[in-house]
């Protein structure tokens, strides 16, 4: 899956392989929030400080594992 966010958290671009795990097509997924997508709770508890490290110059490196619509639980 690759998708590609803004610094207001806002998609951009999104493959097909995200979208099908999402079940849903790009145009509902452009223009929309990772926490309109993962979850406000998933969001603040989990991506929002690598995304503001990665934001602020740093390098990140991490693990996690979310549930998707499309494939159930997958490793990012």
Not at 3 to 23: D, G, M, P, Q, T
Request: aromatic share 14%.
């Amino acid at each position: 899956m690759i998708s590609i966010i803004n610094r207001n958290y806002v998609y951009e671009k999104v493959n097909l392989a995200f979208c099908n795990a999402h079940k849903t097509d790009v145009n509902k997924i452009f223009g929309k929030s990772l926490s309109d997508i993962w979850g406000e709770q998933t969001f603040c508890d989990f991506i929002k400080n690598n995304i503001d490290l990665c934001f602020s110059g740093e390098t990140v490196k991490n693990e996690a594992s979310f549930e998707t619509p499309g494939h159930g639980r997958r490793y990012f």
